[in-house]
């Protein structure tokens, strides 16, 4: 059964203190891994998709990578305005549409001045 | 922004009473999808459509139905509400260049 699985659930940051979120998967045939940020009351945020092993991408203080097991998001020197709950998404590739997506359970961050 | 519209944003109704979510795109899209999103659970999809009277069921799809009859409109219908149904309702469309998902604003939904 495809399954993603992220970790810590919570995790609680000084502002300034980097740290990495991670998101181990299970799937048949991966098409591709997804990244979100997703704010109180509101609707997911695309930030990253990653497609192979050892593929990196980078946006402001976020950098995402993958392994052929899991995938990391890694912040750098966090600011308050980080604080989000942040969703990985993976596609299978047993078929079906491009938007037939598994999702993780997500992490909260909280980052404090 | 990608040009979707949900509505409503909150509704409370109560057990046994149908229900439906609108959700609007002006993207001129193929592809649409309701997921819904619950403590505990990640997003899970419930229908997807790939065109005009063309939809299929996602992995909680039971106790819901849609419809799409024209490209910029597709509904989600509770038949008969139950509590379990309590969530939030999200539609998302693809970027129509990268394949990406774009999420509305979703939809809150008490049944009690």
């Known amino acids: 059964e495809d399954q993603v699985t992220q970790s810590p659930e919570a995790l609680r940051l000084q502002e300034g203190e980097s740290s990495s979120l991670n998101c181990s998967y299970t799937v048949s045939g991966l098409r591709g891994l997804f990244w979100y940020r997703q704010d109180p009351g509101k609707g997911p945020e695309f930030l990253f998709t990653l497609y192979s092993a050892g593929e990196e991408k980078e946006k402001e203080r976020l950098k995402a990578t993958l392994t052929k097991k899991e995938s990391f998001l890694h912040i750098t020197a966090p600011k308050p305005e980080d604080s989000a709950t942040y969703l990985c998404?993976?596609?299978?590739?047993?078929?079906?549409?491009?938007?037939?997506?598994?999702f993780g359970k997500g992490t909260k961050l909280s980052v404090k001045p | 922004d990608a040009g979707i519209t949900q509505s409503p944003r909150h509704k409370v109704t109560e057990t046994g009473t149908p229900v439906t979510l609108r959700c609007h795109q002006t993207?001129?899209?193929?592809?649409m999808y309701w997921y819904r999103q619950d403590p505990g659970h990640g997003l899970r999809l419930i229908h997807y459509?790939?065109?005009?009277?063309?939809?299929d069921k996602g992995e909680v799809s039971d106790g819901y139905s849609v419809s799409r009859s024209k490209t910029e409109d597709f509904l989600l219908t509770l038949e008969s509400a139950t509590s379990s149904q309590t969530s939030v309702y999200f539609c998302?469309?693809?970027?129509?260049?990268?394949?990406?998902?774009?999420f509305g604003e979703g939809s809150r939904l008490t049944v009690l």
């Open positions: 459509s790939y065109g005009v009277k063309d939809t």
């Open positions: 998302a469309i693809p970027d129509r260049y990268t394949g990406e998902l774009f």
């Open positions: 998404a993976v596609q299978a590739g047993y078929g079906g549409s491009q938007g037939n997506l598994i």
């Open positions: 993207e001129n899209h193929r592809y």
